[in-house]
């Protein structure tokens, strides 16, 4: 069996402080992708840096308290690849692949473009390099796990409100488009959705921290593991887990019959 976890820590340090490490250290997991890790190297303590019995690899942002992502993993991999090779997008740390004989782990944090309309410009860039990118991974020859927050909920069935976020960045018509053509066209697999194909309020990932968006469940499914459709196919189980809070966004966890 492969434990596979994504999680968007919404600041590491923030995170540790409220548990993170003593939850993961009993999760019994192969890979944990971490993203919006706001830190630089000089920021993360030993333990963030190697949990106990994992090798931490990172992608870090040029700006400080910004963006990045990391994979914790409990054997080392033949290559590390970080970004996408595009300056401006790697800049922001949101790309790292670590590649082993038959198989790749990716954590990947997409830009959110509610901040603005640059934001959203820049999301759309980011979603052009990387639709590219993922015709070409299809093709690499090994399984692929993708893991992360794609700031993006597919369908009506992904987040609580969608009547009131039709006009809102995260489902946008573009954006949703653009995701189903990652499923349909690449051939990609929400392996969440696979498993659960009509979940709704469990299987929200994030709440905003207006309004008790948490206390009354008005969220979204916006954090993925989207897999190639061999390795796909062995995936077993998923869970999203609110016992603890160590951010803005909740763990997603899934087991494949599969071995690396």
């Not at 690899?57 to 970080?82: C, D």
């Not at 009547?163 to 690449?186: C, H, M, Q, Y």
Request: hydrophobic share 40%.
């Amino acid at each position: 069996m492969l434990r596979v976890i994504s999680a968007n820590l919404n600041g590491i340090r923030s995170a540790v402080s409220k548990g993170f490490l003593e939850w993961l250290a009993v999760q019994d997991a192969d890979f944990i992708c971490l993203q919006e890790l706001k830190a630089q190297a000089d920021n993360m303590t030993a333990d963030m840096l190697n949990p106990p019995g994992y090798y931490g690899y990172f992608h870090y942002a040029e700006k400080k308290g910004y963006s990045g992502v990391g994979v914790y993993a409990r054997r080392q991999p033949l290559q590390i690849i970080e970004g996408l090779g595009v300056p401006e997008i790697d800049a922001e740390g949101r790309y790292l692949e670590l590649v082993y004989d038959t198989l790749s782990i990716i954590s990947v944090y997409l830009p959110s473009g509610s901040s603005g309309d640059h934001r959203q410009a820049a999301k759309f860039v980011f979603m052009e390099h990387f639709f590219a990118h993922l015709a070409n991974l299809v093709k690499c020859g090994r399984q692929v796990i993708l893991c992360g927050d794609w700031n993006i909920a597919h369908k009506e069935i992904d987040l609580k409100n969608w009547k009131g976020n039709l006009k809102n960045s995260g489902f946008l018509p573009e954006e949703r488009a653009w995701l189903t053509r990652v499923f349909d066209e690449i051939g990609w697999v929400d392996v969440y959705r696979r498993l659960h194909p009509e979940a709704t309020g469990d299987a929200y990932t994030w709440w905003s921290n207006r309004g008790q968006a948490w206390a009354k469940n008005v969220g979204w499914r916006i954090d993925y593991q989207i897999a190639s459709p061999e390795i796909a196919a062995t995936a077993t189980t998923a869970s999203i887990y609110k016992e603890q809070r160590f951010s803005d966004h909740a763990p997603l966890t899934i087991d494949y019959e599969t071995a690396l």
